[in-house]
């Protein structure tokens, strides 16, 4: 383990780092800022994580439908998840241009919905149906070889944001329409990967329940992550 000893750490920032088994001994910490996975976190001596998922939970009744075991519960999560997207484009579009616009190197709007139709492809219409069609090329996955081109992605598109709502509703609507016929049965089964190399090369031994999870919280996760972006663009602007 690297150890860091009366460094200045001021400002800095760890993206996409794993500090899994980090401590963190004696360190001044003011207006920090955690953003991820985190579980089993322990400050000053008291276990927080279980706080932090109460108040997300309260915050975003949602979660607890995402987490569900139950098809109702799950139809409803779906139905909520694509409300509140179609409220944010809404908002979207009452500012022309903005969907191009980020902040803090994240992705801009246009490209969150962009993975979103990546995640629907992968997640959902392969590891849920079992689907071997190529992926819709305007979909953005992970940039690591050999999946950051395959399987029908095309990153040299620059699709207009009317374009990526269609795919988009088009998807919400085929996921519902899956869900309100879907048992828990068919849930608790194995999730039916093709056997190939296309992403996400980890599904395999999944469920189907897990899988959809995989979809649903993408969902959520990365509308709270737009809509953090676009109050801070919408803010420097009135600045």
């Given amino acids: 383990m690297t150890r860091y000893v009366d460094e200045d750490l001021s400002g800095a920032e760890f993206r996409e780092c794993d500090l899994t088994g980090a401590r963190l001994i004696g360190v001044v910490m003011q207006d920090a800022v955690i953003d991820g996975l985190v579980t089993n976190l322990e400050v ?6 279980g706080y932090v998922e109460a108040e997300l939970d ?31 484009i809404g908002r979207i579009r009452r500012t022309p241009g903005i969907e191009r616009r980020s ?45 950051r081109d395959a399987h029908g992605i095309d990153r040299s598109l620059v699709p207009e944001l009317d374009e990526i709502v269609r795919v988009r509703d ?5 996921l519902e329409d899956w869900l309100a016929e879907v048992t828990a049965a068919q849930l608790a089964a194995p999730a039916p990967v093709p056997d ?44």
């Fill in 170 to 174: 088009a998807q919400a609507a085929a």
């Fill in 44 to 49: 000053n001596g008291v276990e927080v994580t």
């Fill in 196 to 239: 190939d190399d296309v992403w996400p090369p980890y599904a395999r031994g999944r469920s189907v329940r897990q899988c959809l999870g995989t979809v649903l919280n993408e969902t959520f996760e990365h509308h709270g992550f737009c809509v953090r972006d676009l109050d801070l663009i919408e803010a420097q602007d009135a600045g």
């Fill in 103 to 147: 902040v803090n190197d994240e992705w801009s709007a246009a490209q969150t919905l962009r993975h979103l139709v990546f995640v629907h492809d992968s997640w959902f219409r392969r590891c849920c149906l079992g689907s071997t069609e190529p992926f819709t090329p305007m979909g953005i996955g992970p940039d690591v070889e050999p999946y």
């Fill in 58 to 88: 309260r915050r975003h009744p949602v979660r607890v439908l995402i987490r569900s075991e139950d098809p109702a519960d799950l139809r409803e999560a779906a139905r909520q998840l694509r409300a509140g997207w179609t409220a944010t």
